[in-house]
């Protein structure tokens, strides 16, 4: 079985190399020794030279004459679920959909999180005194223990 701590230094000491803003959003390890390491970056997109980077560490740091193991490295990617709080850095005041543990959706901008959860805005249309829809924003404030998933909307508008 191959170490994860030994992994996750090779990795990390890498990423600290190339000094990018990158971070590991997950590192898993399969009982048949397939190692998933998930880049992202603080600003802008992981590169495919960044994954071949941390990938040719890792690999020549392992000895495969001992174990042999399958390696990937790839970016967090945009249809990815976001669950590293770098990533809610980054993507403060964009525009999210929140998945809740009963399955209701809400999608908003969002505006700041903390430990306890995420403020959000969202939009609403209701009816003004004239009978016309109008939009109105409305802040939200969501728990981190009602959310299952956290994803970036994308919108080619």
């Not at 560490?57 to 990617?77: K, T």
């Amino acid at each position: 079985m191959i170490d994860k701590n030994l992994v996750l230094s090779l990795a990390e000491e890498r990423i600290q190399e190339l000094n990018r803003g990158l971070f590991i959003v997950d590192l898993s390890i399969s009982t048949r020794n397939v190692i998933n390491i998930e880049l992202d970056r603080e600003e802008g997109g992981v590169s495919i030279e960044d994954c071949i980077s941390v990938s040719r560490n890792v690999e020549h740091n392992l000895d495969r004459e001992s174990v042999d193991f399958e390696l990937n490295v790839s970016s967090a990617g945009m249809d990815r679920p976001l669950r590293h709080e770098k990533q809610f850095i980054k993507n403060t005041g964009r525009l999210l959909t929140f998945l809740k543990t009963d399955g209701v959706q809400v999608e908003g901008v969002l505006k700041s999180f903390n430990s306890d959860g995420f403020l959000v805005t969202v939009e609403r249309k209701i009816k003004n005194e004239k009978n016309k829809n109008v939009s109105i924003q409305e802040e939200l404030s969501l728990s981190k223990k009602e959310i299952k998933e956290i994803k970036r909307v994308i919108s080619f508008k």
